[in-house]
């Protein structure tokens, strides 16, 4: 993309040649922060952040611009601004000003400073405003406000607290005739952080590695360009993507992007984070946020019907859906659960059968559910479709007995699973799933050296329960 130094004030011109990933950087001493630099540039990051609030000595600016081996954003962020500087205001702004006359490619200027600090030379003014709590209600006031001080680029982070927070900030990016970097923090504000550049938004931040996040939600290098090709995203880019609470363990995105890839499609698929509060308000801004399709899982799966308009049969019998696609004006609800379940138990059955010259057929075998949530049903109704004799038990027996009563097999007290025989037994509970890996639903001592085990969690791969 060639050196952004060199661009002009020409806000269609920064438009263009901006499109990237700026690494950010923050070491306590200058040399660290030269010697990562200089690393940094050689994996072909175009663009770095230079933290200045993380240098516990006096800022020497020019050691720290001179040789530089790509463009750079001066930042020297407070404490309120999720920053490090803790020396008097009056130095930092001296700092900030320094930078600007000694030429830095960029300097991040804190909206409530901007207008006392002016322009100078070529040095392009990144207008900022930070908010770790909330993404405010008058955050379009706020950004109209920082079009009058003087930008070249203006940057806003605020923290979601809930999903539809995205939204507002991927506006701005859309809407403005400035160039604007708006995303939201926090897990909840993840996806934002890659969709602002389909929005528009000239670049996003990012630590080289996952164990240097400067902020709520930031994503290493690393995994914006492997797992989610930030590189290639673009205004057509399709969004697909997995709804559930939590999602930070769903494997899905690095799973469908691969596939993405090979297959050479304009498409990225996202985890979003959506609490079931928040569920319908999300289903109704997905086509704004570009979204063609969505997997679903863990809560959402039976109450997404209330967001669906055209279910197909298997979603039909078993009242839950897996996936969700958006065609025109209608909401598409289907359950790949049931048929993928059946096809590895029939898989299974039919090796347990070569081995003990058994039967292969599931009708008449008896099977044991841990769970009553939307897998549980859609894999409970896929059985009784085979004439299994199914049983279901969950911590709340409640729900297991109204899920048998739904599709017409037994249940069991929670605490008798133990002593309930069964030919196959599956787990359809979180339990076990990361980071909780040490815990299992179902006591070793109680389990059969002939029962087939079959567990709904993929991460991690091997259970304590498997």
Not at 298 to 325: F, M, S, W, Y
Not at 347 to 370: Q, Y
């Amino acid at each position: 993309m060639g050196q952004l130094a060199s661009i002009t004030r020409s806000h269609s011109l920064i438009l263009a040649a901006f499109f990237m990933i700026c690494v950010c950087i923050g070491r306590g001493r200058h040399r660290m922060m030269i010697a990562e630099h200089q690393n940094i540039a050689a994996h072909g990051v175009e663009i770095v952040e230079l933290r200045l609030d993380y240098i516990r000595r006096p800022v020497d600016i020019k050691r720290l611009l001179a040789d530089r081996p790509c463009p750079v954003v001066m930042t020297c962020r407070r404490p309120e601004d999720g920053g490090r500087w803790m020396k008097p205001e009056a130095e930092r702004r001296s700092v900030l000003r320094t930078a600007i006359a000694e030429g830095a490619d960029y300097v991040d200027l804190e909206m409530d400073i901007a207008g006392s600090i002016p322009r100078f030379g070529n040095t392009q003014r990144i207008v900022s405003y930070h908010n770790l709590t909330e993404t405010p209600d008058n955050l379009e006031e706020i950004h109209h406000q920082m079009t009058r001080m003087d930008p070249d680029v203006i940057k806003i982070a605020t923290m979601a607290n809930n999903p539809i927070d995205n939204i507002r900030t991927l506006r701005l990016c859309r809407n403005s005739r400035i160039p604007t970097i708006a995303f939201c923090m926090g897990d909840l504000g993840m996806p934002s952080r890659i969709l602002c550049l389909r929005a528009g938004s000239p670049m996003t931040f990012a630590t080289f590695t996952d164990e240097n996040a400067m902020a709520p939600g930031q994503m290493s290098y690393r995994q914006m360009m492997q797992d989610y090709d930030c590189d290639r995203i673009n205004k057509k880019t399709e969004i697909l993507g997995v709804i559930a609470d939590p999602v930070a363990h769903s494997f899905s995105p690095r799973v469908h992007n691969a596939c993405i890839r090979e297959k050479k499609l304009n498409m990225l698929y996202l985890p979003f984070r959506v609490p079931k509060e928040y569920l319908r308000d999300f289903m109704q801004i997905c086509p704004e946020l570009g979204i063609r399709g969505l997997s679903v899982t863990i809560p959402h799966k039976e109450k997404i019907l209330k967001c669906i308009n055209v279910l197909d049969d298997q979603v039909a019998g078993i009242r839950a859906a897996n996936t969700v696609v958006f065609k025109d004006i209608n909401t598409f609800g289907y359950n790949t659960d049931c048929s993928a379940a059946i096809e590895s138990l029939q898989s299974a059955m039919a090796e347990t059968a070569k081995a003990d010259d058994e039967s292969e057929t599931l009708a008449g075998k008896r099977v044991l559910i841990l769970g009553a949530g939307g897998v549980a049903r859609a894999i409970a109704f896929g059985l009784m479709k085979q004439k299994s004799k199914v049983t279901i038990t969950a911590r709340e027996l409640r729900k297991a007995e109204a899920l048998a009563a739904d599709l017409g097999c037994d249940t069991v007290e929670w605490l008798v699973r133990g002593k309930t025989p069964a030919d196959i037994l599956i787990n359809c509970t979180p339990v076990g799933m990361h980071p909780n890996m040490d815990e299992s639903p179902f006591d070793q001592v109680w389990m059969d050296k002939n029962t087939i085990m079959f567990d709904t969690i993929y991460n991690p791969e091997q259970t304590l329960f498997i």
